[in-house]
C-alpha cells in the first residue's frame, strides 16, 4: 500500500477485555514496529519484528501482550485482560531492511 | 544502553524566525543514524531530517538543519523562516546499525509557532 495503515484508529475497551490491534506496512518492507505513545510522553519500545528472524520482543511490557507478524506482512498487537494504564496511543512503522521507518497514525486505546 | 534526551518541553518561535531544539544521546557505539520526527495532531510521525554518524557534514533538508556534534553527543535541528505549519511535537531519535534496529526516542520538544 501507499503508506502504513492502523485499525481501528480509535478503540473503547471495558477494562478486562481483551483488544486486538492491526497493522497493514508498506509492501515490500520486512522491518516492522510496535510503539506505544502514552499521554504527553515519547514513544516506548514494543516490539520488532525483521523478516524470518525471531522478533526482538524485550520492550512487551507484561505477558497481557503480544504481537504476531502474519507471512510477514500483517501485524496483529494483542493485549489480553487490558488495564487503564493500557490506555494510550499504540503507532505501528515499518522500513526496508535497515531504511527509514515510516509510521501509521496509530490506535488510541482507552480502557474504561 | 542508549539513551536520548530532549529537555526542552516547549519551545515557541515567532513566524519566519529561527528556532533551535535540542537533543543529547548516550552511546557507546561508534556507528549509528539520528533521527528528527515531527508529529502534528493528526498522530501521524514524519521524517523531518536523518544524519548518519560516520558523515561529518551536517544534514540539511530544505528549511531544516541539524548541527551534529559526535564528541559531545550533541544533535539540535535548527528551523529556519519557521512556518504555522511546523507547530507540532518534535522527536528526537537514536538507531543502531547492528542487532535490532529498534528507534530510541526523546520524550519530544512542543514547537508552538506564533503568527
Known amino acids: 500500500g501507499a503508506g502504513v495503515s492502523q485499525s481501528p484508529s480509535n478503540k473503547v475497551t471495558e477494562k478486562g477485555k481483551d483488544v486486538e490491534l492491526r497493522c497493514d506496512p508498506i509492501?515490500?518492507?520486512?522491518?516492522l514496529y510496535w510503539y506505544r505513545q502514552s499521554l504527553g510522553q515519547g514513544l516506548e519500545f514494543l516490539i520488532y519484528?525483521?523478516?524470518?528472524?525471531?522478533?526482538?520482543k524485550s520492550g512487551l511490557p507484561s505477558d497481557r501482550f503480544s504481537a504476531e507478524r502474519t507471512g510477514g506482512s500483517v501485524s496483529t498487537l494483542t493485549i489480553q485482560r487490558t488495564q487503564q494504564e493500557d490506555s494510550a496511543v499504540y503507532l505501528c512503522a515499518s522500513s526496508a531492511w535497515t531504511g527509514d521507518a515510516f509510521f501509521g497514525q496509530g490506535t488510541r486505546l482507552t480502557v474504561v | 544502553a542508549q539513551t536520548v534526551t530532549q529537555s526542552q518541553p516547549e519551545m515557541s518561535v515567532q513566524e519566519a524566525e529561527t528556532v533551535t531544539l535540542s537533543c543529547t544521546y548516550d552511546?557507546?557505539?561508534?556507528?549509528?543514524?539520528l533521527f528528527w520526527y515531527k508529529q502534528p495532531p493528526s498522530r501521524q510521525m514524519i521524517l523531518v531530517i536523518r544524519?548518519?554518524?560516520?558523515?561529518?557534514q551536517n544534514a540539511t533538508e530544505n528549511r531544516f538543519s541539524v548541527n551534529f556534534q559526535k564528541a559531545a553527543k550533541s544533535f539540535s535541528l535548527k528551523i529556519s523562516d519557521s512556518q504555522l505549519g511546523d507547530a507540532a511535537m518534535y522527536f528526537c531519535a537514536y538507531r543502531t546499525t547492528s542487532g535490532t534496529y529498534k528507534y530510541i526516542f526523546g520524550t519530544g520538544t512542543r514547537l508552538k509557532v506564533l503568527a
Open positions: 509492501s515490500g518492507h520486512t522491518a
Open positions: 519484528f525483521q523478516g524470518n528472524s525471531a522478533p526482538d
Open positions: 544524519q548518519e554518524a560516520y558523515k561529518q
Open positions: 552511546t557507546s557505539e561508534s556507528d549509528y543514524y
